[in-house]
């Protein structure tokens, strides 16, 4: 149990284009997703959180117009990159928290690998 | 923001030693969760502890939740090459909601 996927694992695309990551949860509700970016060798770092129905949450320094965040069901999000350059190149990494499970755990998707030409 | 200061960096061990690991913070946690990540996909849950003091094993992994709420450490007995990767230690201190992250440690493990 407890799985999440995320659709595509790799993308390449052109700077100036924009492209979705989708995030979904496999086997259980999640009402609050999680959107982290990984530069290589360092630490996950928290980018917004995804609330079913409701806006995204950004962290301090986060462009909300940049990465655009949609959470329209219980078991998927989106997250957009517009106009994506190439510092915007990274590895994007979702978790979900289960609804009906303890409030701390976060189960994270496989990732996916964003490079921008 | 919070930090969580993880230790050591790096390992590189021969398999078959044991692997000792820990995070420490300067505010109280009140959950510390140990992440393991192979290179190019998401972060897997090991070992969740949620009381202080609470000892936890998953296999050849074990976990303590440090009695002070600061600290825990994650050991692994009798490592094998696939114990590779980076582990993180992670954990939302008290009143703040979201997974901090710590540094994470690459570990190496040679036949």
């Known amino acids: 149990g407890a799985v999440v996927s995320q659709h595509p694992s790799w993308v390449i695309c052109k700077s100036g284009t924009s492209v979705k990551i989708e995030c979904r949860s496999l086997?259980?509700?999640?009402?609050?997703m999680f959107w982290y970016r990984q530069f290589p060798k360092q630490s996950l770092m928290l980018m917004a959180t995804?609330?079913?129905?409701?806006?995204?949450?950004?962290e301090q320094g986060v462009e909300k117009d940049k990465f655009l965040i949609n959470h329209a069901s219980l078991t998927l999000s989106t997250l957009t990159v517009t106009s994506a350059h190439p510092e915007d190149s990274s590895f994007y990494i979702c978790?979900?928290?289960?609804?009906?499970?303890?409030?701390?755990?976060?189960?994270f998707g496989p990732g996916t690998r964003l490079t921008v030409l | 923001g919070q930090q969580l200061n993880q230790s050591p960096q790096s390992m590189f061990i021969q398999e078959g030693e044991d692997v000792s690991m820990n995070c420490t913070s300067s505010?109280?946690?009140?959950?510390w969760l140990w992440y393991k990540q192979d290179p190019g996909e998401g972060p897997v849950l090991l070992i969740a502890?949620?009381?202080?003091?609470e000892l936890t094993s998953n296999g050849r992994l074990t976990a303590q939740f440090g009695i002070t709420r600061k600290d825990s450490f994650l050991n692994i007995s009798a490592s094998i090459p696939s114990d590779v990767g980076i582990y993180f230690c992670a954990g939302p201190p008290f009143n703040y909601g979201k997974l901090t992250f710590g540094q994470g440690t690459i570990l190496t493990v040679h036949p």
């Open positions: 505010s109280i946690f009140n959950t």
């Open positions: 502890l949620y009381k202080a003091g």
């Open positions: 978790s979900a928290r289960d609804t009906g499970g303890p409030d701390n755990e976060q189960f």
């Open positions: 086997d259980f509700q999640a009402t609050t």
């Open positions: 995804s609330n079913e129905g409701s806006k995204a949450t950004y």
